[in-house]
């Protein structure tokens, strides 16, 4: 439903898109790999540790201990390794990049990073090993000659904030360039980024960056959706950086988690009547609030967060990951009948955001930070920017954590909504802060006190996982008070998956460090553990209490419907009469008899209501029932099953009585 949605918008462009032939847009060329799966070798030499003194070659992007190089360390090791890691790489740019501003841009890079082109520095060092940097290189790039890239990266941080709040953390520390590396070429004149408010009733507000304007007039604004009967305007004069477009879009339908609809917006930069640059965003309408002493509402629908803690890792890459593994983790996570994650404990890869957007997950982004001490003001205030305005316009951003368990810095609470014109409010995990309690790890009659009072509780860790021992045997009893209570807004598992390292320097064994990272619902390769199908069963938006089925059923089934927006007619329910295996005797297998579809549910969401089976004449010969429930997407919610005969010495009869 929602790729037919997004398609349809693609379409549209053709229709309503700039078409201007000299309209430029901007172009890229990637000089890592796109991801773990296809890298790019590099020349690399480490300093310090394993094959360091000599130059050879490695993937990038990669994190150099999984290839063999430096030191393996865990947050909590007191003495770890300093090594650095030096790369080079020669590139070709373009001769028809002629008169265009050139960056480079690294996605991410583990953790001092400096860089020079053809000998010369590009730029000041950049700090922080989880955030999106770039540098302008237009006058040190030869085009149409070979150019060399010279990086160093310094694995320990000389500011020691930023080693505090990154790496003194309880997951592993890796070194190395993580995420893509990539050239971008824009014109003189140029739209530098974006940020988009839009709300659930179509109104919308485009902020607009610009750089280096000179002659370029106008800026437009078309939203790629039926309904749009002309384009957003803002004229703009030489030096302006910024322009605001307002505008209210018909027929748009709102993005929430379990109706993720997506619309194109694109922006044209004008001198006179030609476009000369042109760029493309990705969003959706969605309007959140926090009303105190109510709960969290989307659209206007009241909601509660069904959420997981998730580290970007993989066993053999580290941070390294891939488009697929974000997708196919968004499905899991899914599957689990959750709706939200939070991205603990640092902004994630820019393809698992997109990833939350297209497939409907709730996000906590969250600035890194541990603790201990957190970034200091200057730096800080860097990597809040740099988090905003790459993450701003998804709409799957609900909050923006502030650090983490101490590791927040308080002067930095503001710098968050200077570049978000939704203002989303910011959350410090682990303390009551700014309308909301996080708490996390309080027990149960703990929990039931802070559900009595009018702060909202939403507690940003819960039910630690360590060896699967926490998630699921707590969930319901724990889910069970937040339902009833008017302030319960939901809460966050810890954690998503056990992080086990693939060691290269203990022939491939997976390493936990111990105790300290087998936390997961899911093993490292995402292994289902039990409580997987605990949190699937507790977490069902269509909930069926019902332990034994009656003597008098006729079935029929009570049925509550925990959705937030989507009526269970959107649903499809199929039953499945079974004989049961018996451990003694000819017949130990276990047989599907007879199976079919249910009646249409109507039971709107939050409603109670009853479903109709439509069970077969002598039902009850066989041994066992099931019903199951798929949602709009057609996933399995959940399948419930109960026993009907004790003795199932008829079910053989059934059989050949149903085949005839």
Avoid at 105 to 122: L, R
Avoid at 276 to 298: A, D, M, N
Avoid at 399 to 413: A, K, M
Avoid at 503 to 527: C, F, Q, S, V
């Amino acid at each position: 439903m929602l790729k037919k949605n997004f398609i349809a918008g693609v379409l549209v462009t053709l229709s309503f898109g700039l078409k201007d032939a000299s309209c430029e847009e901007t172009k890229m060329m990637y000089l890592s790999g796109g991801d773990k799966d296809d890298p790019v070798q590099w020349d690399f030499y480490c300093t310090q540790g394993r094959k360091s003194g000599e130059w050879t070659t490695i993937p990038v992007p990669s994190n150099w201990e999984l290839q063999g190089f430096g030191t393996y360390n865990y947050g909590h090791d007191k003495e770890k390794g300093r090594e650095q890691g030096k790369y080079r790489y020669r590139f070709e740019a373009p001769n028809d990049w002629v008169d265009k501003v050139i960056n480079i841009v690294f996605e991410g890079v583990m953790t001092d990073t400096e860089v020079w082109i053809n000998g010369m520095s590009a730029g000041p060092r950049h700090q922080g090993g989880f955030y999106r940097f770039k540098y302008d290189i237009t006058d040190l790039v030869e085009l149409g000659k070979k150019n060399l890239l010279e990086i160093t990266v310094s694995k320990v941080s000389t500011n020691a904030s930023v080693e505090e709040a990154e790496r003194n953390a309880d997951y592993w520390v890796f070194g190395g360039i993580y995420r893509p590396v990539y050239l971008e070429a824009l014109p003189k004149q140029f739209i530098e980024r974006v940020a988009i408010d839009a709300r659930a009733d179509g109104s919308i507000t485009i902020d607009v960056y610009l750089k280096n304007i000179m002659t370029a007039d106008k800026v437009t604004g078309t939203v790629l959706v039926a309904g749009v009967e002309r384009p957003l305007t803002a004229q703009i004069n030489r030096g302006q950086e910024k322009v605001t477009l307002h505008g209210k879009v018909t027929g748009a339908k709102p993005w929430s988690a379990e109706t993720p609809h997506l619309y194109e917006l694109e922006l044209g930069l004008w001198e006179g009547g030609t476009v000369i640059h042109k760029t493309k965003e990705r969003f959706g309408f969605r309007t959140f609030e926090v009303r105190p002493g109510e709960g969290l509402f989307l659209n206007g629908h009241k909601i509660r967060l069904k959420g997981v803690n998730r580290h970007s890792f993989w066993p053999d890459s580290g941070r390294c990951l891939s488009r697929r593994i974000s997708y196919d983790d968004v499905r899991l996570i899914k599957e689990m009948n959750m709706n939200a994650v939070r991205m603990s404990h640092y902004p994630p890869d820019v393809h698992f955001l997109e990833a939350c957007d297209e497939l409907g997950l709730y996000v906590l982004d969250e600035l890194g930070g541990w603790q201990r001490p957190p970034y200091d003001t200057d730096i800080g205030k860097k990597l809040v920017k740099e988090t905003v305005i790459r993450d701003v316009s998804h709409p799957c951003i609900l909050f923006w954590d502030n650090g983490n368990e101490g590791g927040w810095n308080r002067e930095l609470d503001n710098e968050f909504g200077l570049y978000d014109p939704q203002d989303r409010r910011v959350l410090h995990p682990w303390e009551n802060f700014n309308g909301v309690d996080t708490a996390h790890y309080r027990n149960y009659e703990t929990v039931k006190r802070k559900l009595q009072d009018s702060t909202l509780f939403m507690p940003t860790e819960f039910l630690h996982g360590l060896y699967d021992g926490g998630h699921g045997a707590g969930l319901n009893d724990h889910w069970d008070l937040m339902m009833k209570s008017p302030v319960g807004a939901g809460g966050f598992l810890w954690s998503l998956v056990d992080e086990g390292v693939v060691r290269t320097d203990m022939n491939g064994k997976i390493d936990t460090d111990g105790n300290h990272a087998p936390d997961g619902i899911l093993g490292p390769y995402r292994e289902k553990e039990g409580s997987f199908y605990t949190i699937k069963e507790t977490w069902s938006p269509v909930r069926i209490d019902l332990e034994e089925l009656p003597e008098n059923f006729t079935g029929r089934l009570d049925v509550e419907n925990h959705c937030d927006f989507t009526n269970l007619n959107e649903f499809r329910f199929e039953w499945k009469l079974a004989s049961l295996p018996k451990p003694l005797g000819d017949d130990n297998k276990h047989r599907v008899l007879r199976s079919g579809s249910a009646e249409s549910c109507d039971v709107e969401a939050g409603e109670k209501g009853e479903l109709e089976l439509n069970l077969p004449e002598q039902w009850d010969r066989a041994g066992v029932l099931y019903a199951t429930a798929y949602d709009p997407e057609d996933r399995e919610v959940w399948t419930w099953s109960w026993g009907i005969q004790k003795d199932c010495g008829y079910c053989h009869q059934y059989v050949q009585k149903e085949s005839k």
